[in-house]
């Protein structure tokens, strides 16, 4: 049967791949059979009342979902769509309380037109009483209306939809998770809607191993502990992580009782990390991976605040006493560990690299990465052989833009080795923060120059 999904108006390019990531995880069979950037409304096929409700219970972005009755472009073919394909399930709410709802989208109707609409359904033949509040069944006619119908005085809808009323998404769950309200952020944590969308997008569940190399105070990995995920995270800065007295990454944890969601934390630079890995493709003899993630997800640092930096020394000859003295102290508590730049293009490598080493199979991948708005100066999407991109979407700002990638982690038997052989690690041209990182050079060149 049909369903029509009720999408939020915001965050339009992840919507889809949100439900689509969501079908995945569920393990149903979904076709899209109409879905516009520019409308709320998704019209999906499902093989039960069930899914449907199983799709869409932890979506951020999906407000309900329905039974779709009928869908036409005009009043009339809209009833004798409805008469024809529901006549013979009108028996089941003959008895049973009822309201019919009018939902406009970019349009607009009097009270006088909206009791007309409604009581054009009066073929139906309900004979329950009608309740405005907790109504046994709910029924929906969405109107889909041009963009600017109401100024430009456009007498009718684009299109009609009908429906009945099954269940909501989980629209409350970023008010929970809040930032305003979280007892420890920074002023990079992401927010909880987008974080809760990129936990969806990388499959997080129970039973599933999830990891942020970049948790900071635990954003990505609380939004993966709501959905029953163990999570692990790590950050070059173990300042971030250790907080200082109950503000810390575990006190978030402690606030939203997902203690027993956190697999550990530990101080790392995911270019020098101490987990141990087997080159993409190089399974043992005993047949194990080593691979362990189900899921990777982060926002890696973009270098614009400060040029972005990993652990090393800029100058290893003219400053080779670093690093021993730096094996002496690095177990005290005010150890700052010595940091290099670093190119924003080379971390993107690291990680696509980090996660075909460590991912299982279809395991997934989702992060963010910052592109211009000018096509010119746009982050190419980074690839690698073993992983297969899944969705890009796109939040866009004043002067630039981020973007949520999400691949998965192909089985070796589909990858193609001679890819592989070809792929070339990417040298490190520049030696300042500006020089490795275009981006920041962009960033602050195209607000110098709007200054």
């Known amino acids: 049967m049909d369903y029509l999904i009720r999408l939020s108006q915001s965050h339009e390019t992840f919507r889809l791949p949100e439900i689509q990531s969501l079908a ?16 709320p409304f998704l019209i999906v096929r499902l093989p039960s009342n069930d899914a449907a409700l199983r799709l869409i219970r932890r979506s951020i972005l999906a407000m309900s979902v329905y039974e779709l009755w009928g869908s036409a472009t005009t009043l009339d073919e809209l009833h004798a769509v409805v008469r024809a394909q529901t006549e013979h399930m009108w028996d089941r709410y003959m008895t049973c309380s009822f309201k019919l709802a009018i939902d406009c989208f970019q349009g607009s109707r009097t009270s006088e037109e909206k009791v007309a609409l409604i009581n ?15 109504p046994d069944e709910e029924f929906t006619l969405f109107e889909e209306w041009a963009f600017n119908a109401v100024p430009l005085n456009i007498p009718d809808p684009n299109r009609y939809y009908f429906g009945r009323y099954l269940g909501m998404g989980a629209r409350d769950l970023p008010k929970k998770l809040d930032l305003k309200k979280r007892r420890y952020i920074s002023t990079t944590s992401m927010d909880a809607e987008l974080s809760l969308v990129t936990a969806n997008m990388a499959l997080a569940a129970p039973g599933k191993l999830l990891y ?14 709501q959905f029953g995920a163990l999570v692990f995270g790590s950050d070059i800065d173990g300042r971030a992580i250790r907080g200082e007295g109950h503000k810390t990454l575990k006190g978030n944890f402690e606030q939203y009782g997902f203690l027993d969601c956190l697999g550990g934390t530990f101080t790392a630079d995911l270019t020098n990390s101490p987990m141990r ?4 493709g190089s399974d043992g003899d005993d047949g194990m991976t080593g691979r362990l ?15 972005l930096r990993v652990l090393g020394v800029k100058d290893p000859e003219k400053n080779h006493w670093v690093i021993p003295k730096g094996k002496e102290m690095y177990k005290q508590a005010d150890f700052i560990p010595p940091k290099k730049p670093y190119s924003l293009f080379a971390i993107l490598d690291d990680i696509l690299e980090f996660a075909a080493d460590t991912l299982v199979d279809h395991g997934r991948l989702s992060f963010w990465i910052p592109t211009a708005n000018d096509e010119e100066q746009e982050v190419p999407t980074p690839t690698h052989p073993f992983l297969e991109v899944v969705a890009v979407s796109t939040q866009t700002f004043t002067k630039w833009s981020r973007r ?4 998965q982690r192909l089985p070796n038997s589909q990858v193609d080795l001679a890819a592989l052989k070809e792929k070339q690690t990417r040298q490190l041209t520049g030696k300042n923060a500006d020089e490795l990182n275009p981006f920041r050079k962009m960033y602050f060149t195209t607000k110098t120059e709007a200054q």
């Open 24 to 39: 995945v995880l569920e393990g149903i069979e979904m076709e899209v059979k109409s879905y516009s950037l520019e409308t």
């Open 120 to 134: 054009a359904f009066a073929y139906l033949g309900f004979a329950g009483p009608i309740k405005m509040r907790s």
């Open 212 to 225: 942020d190399p970049f948790a900071g105070t635990g954003s990505f990995p609380i939004a993966c502990a």
């Open 277 to 280: 890995r087997r080159p993409a």
């Open 293 to 307: 993630f189900d899921g990777i997800l982060c926002d890696p640092p973009y270098g614009v605040r400060e040029g």
């Open 404 to 407: 949520l990638i999400t691949y």
